[in-house]
């Protein structure tokens, strides 16, 4: 069963740091664009920053400079490490990933199950 698995959320002070992981697992025979998205109370999900399998990336404006994204292909990973956090970024952050199975004609698009990050001010 192909899945993506977050760790990495928790508490942190304003301006403090976090990371985040996405481990991908599974009968998997390619990765393409990997992300992060966020959704906090009462908002939509929004994207937060994606990665090519090339390591192209793009980020959302309210992030940028403060957050990276990065990949360990041989790992199966993405990251995203986020700097100079606000209350604002407070939410639920999910992890997103085209990928392929084994044995499957074309990628599909999976979600993990979520990692809470809550900032405080």
């Known amino acids: 069963q192909v899945q993506l698995v977050e760790s990495g959320g928790g508490l942190a002070q304003a301006g403090g740091s976090l990371r985040l992981s996405c481990a991908a697992s599974g009968s998997i025979f390619s990765i393409n664009r990997m992300g992060w998205y966020r959704q906090a109370p009462g908002k939509q999900r929004e994207l937060v920053a994606v990665?090519?399998?090339?390591?192209?990336?793009n980020y959302a404006e309210s992030v940028k400079g403060r957050f990276t994204i990065s990949r360990d292909n041989a790992k199966r990973t993405v990251y995203l490490q986020m700097s100079s956090l606000k209350p604002e970024d407070t939410a639920v952050y999910y992890c997103?990933?085209?990928?392929?199975?084994?044995?499957?004609?074309?990628?599909?698009?999976?979600w993990g199950q979520g990692t809470q990050v809550t900032v405080s001010s």
């Open positions: 997103n990933a085209d990928m392929q199975p084994w044995g499957d004609y074309a990628p599909n698009n999976y």
């Open positions: 990665i090519t399998s090339g390591g192209s990336t």
